[in-house]
């Protein structure tokens, strides 16, 4: 039997993890010259900020919890070394390496949410609907990472 406390934290996970995400994103509409980067990175950005709120509003309504409202520490490390990176090299490579990098963590932290056998189900059938969000955009950042190396 899954815990109120087990759920709350793991979506709590998720909104930190998203949210962190979402602000990526539109630092890396800030820092690049490119505008079809600039619409692509600031509609994810929203995106995301989305399905920040949709899980908010489930841990209110499902687990009568208080939802997470800012993102992690590491987060905003990343950010913070992803805006010096942009600045130092000017790079929209490096920027959207950096945004598939943030791509990459979020993935796995859903993954491992989908895979947590002591979720109830009714928050792993959250996440689920979630992920489909996620996953289409960490495969378009890889694409986008793929196509730029070429």
């Not at 692509?40 to 995106?47: C, D, P, S, V």
């Not at 990176?85 to 490579?93: E, F, N, Q, R």
Request: net charge negative; hydrophobic share 35%; charged share 30%.
């Amino acid at each position: 039997m899954a815990s109120t406390q087990h759920d709350l934290d793991i979506l709590n996970n998720l909104i930190e993890v998203t949210l962190d995400s979402a602000h990526g994103y539109e630092d890396a509409a800030k820092d690049t010259r490119n505008p079809y980067f600039k619409t692509l990175f600031g509609k994810r950005a929203i995106e995301r900020k989305q399905v920040t709120a949709e899980l908010q509003t489930e841990v209110r309504r499902l687990l009568g919890g208080k939802p997470a409202q800012s993102g992690t520490t590491a987060g905003k490390a990343h950010r913070a070394f992803m805006n010096l990176k942009a600045a130092v090299t000017g790079s929209d490579k490096g920027i959207v390496n950096s945004v598939e990098s943030g791509e990459d963590h979020i993935k796995k932290e859903y993954d491992e949410a989908l895979a947590d056998q002591a979720l109830s189900m009714p928050a792993l059938d959250l996440v689920r609907r979630m992920y489909v969000s996620i996953r289409a955009g960490h495969d378009e950042m890889r694409e986008l990472k793929h196509h730029m190396e070429v």
